[in-house]
């Protein structure tokens, strides 16, 4: 792994620290033919050059020094993350069992006793050499990984969003007056969202992976409006009995679709499970009588009951091919005094609190015509 005699490959660099100049030369001397050297003759300098901008591939630590010891220079090496993955070896005449044990402790590779064999520290020396190539090898390896993951991941939510835009544009064209509705409705959804999150009847469920998905997937809320008819979606006039109940599909068809495009995959996509409530359940009501199901209270999944306020509160300030635009204020009493019978209490309280931010989104998403 480090073949320090292969020329093509440049010499490891071994820092050696010893107070005592002859030890300075004698290891200097045995290291220099294989290795490029550098010495130290206090611990102060050797944390200066450990921590330039040309660090030791290895140091060789001397512990019985004048001000500073070995000791503490290793743990000072081990605190500075730009040198704590620097192997040393202690090279001292500690050679007590004790001390040995507790200089590997401090985070030391490995101890060697004075008098040094020549060859046990070439040898040491070359492992452990050997060693950090593999370490930093693997270190460069995991960083690309996680780049590569992060890279990738950012290319499935691209996909993921182009995909939810796609679809809910396909929606919005069926209906020429939909204008921004589904840029001002996932807004809507999303500072609903946030604001019951400390709600203990919504906390459970709006956790921040939630509010980000339900704002994703808020746009697919009319993607079953690409199954109705023009004669019954583009209407100016009021819908009659079969007109309405053909309308009323609409929630159907969007959950179908969904679901189509997850059978064609082969698996269902948790991200698109709010996708599917939403598009199913969004017209019922609180006290029962909306539809497809006829669902009431807590039955009703929150992310359509979210999706139920912003839908009607855009529907009302908004021009339709069947209607004018209504004030904001004239809209607002209209949610209020549907409370405990179109939308969940909470979420019209909600709603009150947040009156001005849906006014400012409104504004910010209004339609060009």
């Known amino acids: 792994m480090n073949e320090q005699s292969d020329n093509s490959m440049e010499k490891a660099v071994i820092l050696v620290v010893d107070d005592n100049a002859d030890n300075l030369t004698l290891m200097s001397n045995l290291l220099k033919l294989k290795y490029k050297v550098k010495v130290a003759n206090s611990g102060a300098r050797a944390l200066k050059i450990a921590g330039s901008d040309s660090p030791p591939d290895l140091v060789l630590l001397d512990i019985m020094m004048p001000e500073m010891d070995g000791y503490e220079v290793l743990r000072q ?25 507790y200089g590997l402790s401090l985070g030391a590779v490995d101890y060697i006793t004075k008098p040094v064999s020549p060859p046990i520290v070439m040898a040491r020396v070359h492992n452990h050499l050997d060693l950090k190539a593999m370490h930093d090898f693997l270190k460069k390896e995991n960083e690309f990984l996680e780049h590569e993951i992060q890279r990738r991941t950012k290319e499935i939510v691209a996909v993921q969003d182009v995909t939810i835009l796609a679809l809910s544009s396909l929606a919005e064209t069926r209906d020429n007056d939909t204008g921004n509705h589904i840029r001002r409705t996932q807004h809507y959804v999303k500072i609903l969202a946030k604001y019951l999150k400390t709600n203990p009847r919504f906390g459970w469920f709006l956790t921040e992976q939630n509010i980000l998905a339900l704002y994703k997937t808020a746009p697919l809320h009319d993607l079953g409006k690409v199954g109705i008819p023009d004669n019954i979606l583009l209407k100016p006039g009021e819908l009659n009995g079969n007109e309405f109940a053909v309308m009323q599909t609409h929630t159907l068809l969007g959950k179908k679709t969904i679901e189509e ?48 306020l912003a839908d009607v509160y855009d529907a009302l300030i908004c021009r339709r091919i069947y209607k004018l635009p209504m004030p904001h204020e004239e809209a607002r009493d209209i949610i209020v005094a549907n409370k405990g019978k179109h939308f969940d209490p909470d979420i019209v309280d909600a709603f009150i609190a947040l009156e001005e931010e849906f006014i400012k989104i409104a504004k910010q998403f209004k339609d060009d015509k």
């Not at 605190?79 to 007590?96: M, S």
């Not at 269902?268 to 539809?291: C, P, Q």
């Open 261 to 308: 495009a997850e059978k064609r995959l082969g698996t269902e996509v948790d991200f698109l499970r709010f996708a599917k409530e939403i598009a199913l359940f969004h017209h019922e009501k609180w006290d029962g009588t909306g539809y497809p199901e006829g669902l009431a209270g807590d039955n009703i999944p929150i992310s359509a009951r979210l999706m139920a």
């Open 77 to 101: 090496l081990r605190a500075n993350p730009k040198t704590n993955d620097i192997p040393v070896i202690f090279l001292t005449a500690k050679a007590d069992m004790e001390d040995e044990r």
